[in-house]
């Protein structure tokens, strides 16, 4: 069966600090992987995806993600942090394309 | 703008109503799914259609959830004799027919059960 793992439902980080919220995966065949965002009040939005070519993976906002395949992880990171970053950020597996198998969520709060 | 339309936004009604929520996909998308998502959980998967087809249910999902999506286009989620434990965001969203197509989603209807 495939899950997606998301370690801490809530992240804070200082305005400019790095953000690194983690991801791992477990997946009997080659996964492909999203981050989608989620704004108050507003649908989820995608961020970025991996379809299997390159391993670090830029997305829309600074974000970027890297496949570790040795880990099975998908830890998304964005170098400086932004007050419009705060959100609610999910991870998502898609075993062979398709529906798509979400995380439970990491929120993130960014202080001034 | 022509993305996924969800309607109502919000819905309550009392338990053991019946309620329908519609979702209009982006018109070129043949692939619609339905989510559930209740606060601090990630959207839980409920079932997909491919064009009018239904290819996929999730085994959580009990008898009383029926979905529909007739001509293709818009679909349907019924909930029959609704109980508290329903009360959630239902989400929907649409894709092309291609594995690493992304799922663009709707705003979500939001089911209160009292």
């Known amino acids: 069966a495939q899950s997606v793992t998301q370690l801490g439902s809530h992240v804070s980080v200082s305005e400019g600090a790095l953000v690194l919220l983690r991801c791992n995966y477990s997946s009997s065949v080659p996964p492909y992987l999203f981050w989608y965002v989620q704004y108050p009040n507003q649908g989820l939005q995608l961020l970025l995806k991996?379809?299997?070519?390159?391993?670090l993976v830029k997305g829309i906002n600074g974000f970027e993600a890297e496949f570790k395949k040795s880990e099975t992880s998908f830890h998304l990171t964005k170098p400086s942090a932004h007050m419009s970053d705060a959100a609610e950020y999910f991870c998502?597996?898609?075993?062979?394309?398709?529906?798509?198998?979400f995380g439970q969520g990491t929120e993130l709060s960014v202080k001034p | 703008d022509t993305g996924v339309s969800q309607d109502p936004r919000h819905k309550i009604t009392k338990r053991g109503q019946n309620v329908t929520f519609r979702c209009d996909p982006i018109s070129e998308h043949n692939r619609l799914y339905w989510y559930r998502q209740t606060l601090g959980q990630g959207p839980e998967f409920l079932t997909y259609?491919?064009?009018?087809?239904?290819?996929?249910k999730s085994r959580l999902l009990s008898d009383r959830f029926s979905a529909e999506r007739p001509k293709g286009s818009f679909s349907t989620l019924e909930i029959q004799r609704t109980e508290q434990g329903d009360s959630a965001m239902y989400l929907c969203?649409?894709?092309?027919?291609?594995?690493?197509?992304?799922?663009?989603f709707g705003s979500g209807t939001q089911l209160s059960v009292l």
């Open positions: 998502a597996v898609s075993p062979l394309g398709g529906k798509l198998i």
């Open positions: 991996y379809t299997s070519a390159a391993t």
């Open positions: 969203a649409s894709s092309l027919n291609t594995p690493t197509s992304k799922l663009f």
């Open positions: 259609f491919q064009n009018e087809a239904q290819l996929e």
